[in-house]
């Protein structure tokens, strides 16, 4: 290859760069302004019929949740916290009260 020819090739790999980086802009400035757009004309007709849009109303349930949760625990915990520890009195349980488990595979002789 000739040097002038190198060179013409490296402009236009130039400019075809350049020229994606603007596009990638251009879709992304507009990706942007429909976003605005949108968010505008929600909060418009939340304000013309008196009520919150949807996605407000999810995430305020969600917030009361993970604060109801938060406190004092999932339900089922007794009201402890996770990192509460409980100490409970071991004792052993004897054998012959338990029921024996066999499977299909080993039958009791």
Known sequence: MSAPHGWFGRLWRGLFGLLM???????????MLAGLIAVALLSLWALLTGRKP?????????RQASTRFGQAG?????????GDVVDVQAHE???????R?????????
Not at 54 to 62: G, I, K, L, N
Not at 74 to 82: C, E, F, I, L
Not at 93 to 98: A, H, Q
Not at 101 to 109: A, E, F, L
């Open 21 to 31: 980086a603007l596009a990638g802009l251009v879709f992304l400035v507009s990706l």
């Open 54 to 62: 949807a996605p407000v109303v999810v995430f305020q349930r969600f």
């Open 74 to 82: 999932w339900p089922g915990s007794g009201g402890r916290a996770a």
């Open 93 to 99: 349980v004897p054998e012959e009260g338990l029921p």
């Open 101 to 109: 488990v066999t499977s299909p595979d080993h039958r009791p002789k």
